[in-house]
């Protein structure tokens, strides 16, 4: 992974305004035309999980899962102070439905991997971690997000959340 700066990371979580809600140009129902767009996530941007707590993107066009991976997808952890730390995300991607969708394919779930010891230090996520979500957006061929029809994400989406300290 690469390390960014902390004002890099401000001007990264500043430009995205997709985390606390509808994206600007996303619309509610968009399967057949426009542009395939982040909707929006869970947790909002800013907002805090459990340590087993999935990750929700909801997107204006069902997915391709086949596009979902960590490089389509980017976790960057941050310290309490909010500097880079070199920890590997882990986890698995699961497609689910959209809250009124009667099918599944609009919602990426990000499913992290449950700690196995009695500290929970080593499990996909970390108690007491800020994250940096990026979701790659553009023409990369295999680091971006595609709908079902092989478009690709229209516009990249950055979010942070936080997971709850402890062992909760």
Do not use: H, W
């Amino acid at each position: 992974l690469r390390l960014l700066s902390l004002a890099t990371l401000a001007a990264l979580a500043a430009c995205s305004g997709s985390g606390s809600g509808a994206a600007t140009t996303a619309t509610g129902d968009n399967r057949t035309g426009g542009d395939f767009l982040v909707f929006k996530t869970d947790p909002v941007n800013g907002g805090s999980v459990f340590l087993n707590d999935p990750i929700a993107i909801d997107f204006t066009k069902e997915i391709n899962l086949d596009s979902a991976s960590l490089l389509s997808m980017s976790f960057q952890a941050l310290d309490q102070l909010g500097n880079p730390v070199t920890e590997l995300v882990t986890g698995t991607f699961l497609l689910s439905k959209r809250p009124g969708d009667e099918n599944i394919g609009r919602r990426l779930l990000f499913v992290p991997r449950f700690a196995s010891n009695n500290t929970y230090d080593n499990g996909g996520l970390r108690s007491g971690r800020r994250y940096l979500v990026q979701l790659i957006g553009g023409t990369g061929a295999n680091t971006v997000l595609r709908d079902r029809d092989g478009k690709p994400l229209a516009q990249p989406a950055t979010f942070t959340f936080s997971t709850r300290e402890g062992t909760q």
